[in-house]
């Protein structure tokens, strides 16, 4: 099993940035592919980015193409995405999550999930 902590998050004004962390601790890191996903109030989860085990390959969703970037480090076993461009529309509650199946945009395929961190952009 691997634990997920999520950071980073908070209130920033639109077009400012912010950059999300995500702990892991427990099985080794380097063995899961990873992913971020975003919920925002009535409104599903979302897939925004993910990233292979590696982090050589990347994916992510139309909607944050060009302003966000997923990237790992296995070294200190952390996640990250970098935010750039905030919209008001960004405004959710964002999740890593570990999968131990090749990078996916699919939230079932994924096993574990940290707590979330809130981002909040206003206008």
């Known amino acids: 099993q691997v634990q997920l902590v999520d950071t980073g998050g908070g209130l920033v004004q639109a077009g400012g940035s912010l950059r999300l962390s995500c702990a892991a601790s427990g099985h080794t890191f380097s063995s899961y592919a990873m992913g971020w996903f975003r919920q925002a109030p009535g409104k599903e989860r979302e897939f925004v980015a993910a990233?292979?085990?590696?982090?050589?390959?990347?994916l992510y969703a139309d909607s944050v193409k060009g302003r966000f970037t997923i990237s790992r480090d296995n070294a200190k076993n952390t996640l990250y995405l970098q935010i750039d461009s905030l919209k008001p529309e960004d405004t959710a509650v964002y999740y890593c999550a570990a999968t131990a199946r090749v990078k996916s945009s699919d939230s079932r395929d994924y096993n574990y999930w940290g707590q979330g961190t809130q981002v909040t952009v206003s206008s």
């Open positions: 990233i292979s085990r590696s982090g050589s390959s990347t």
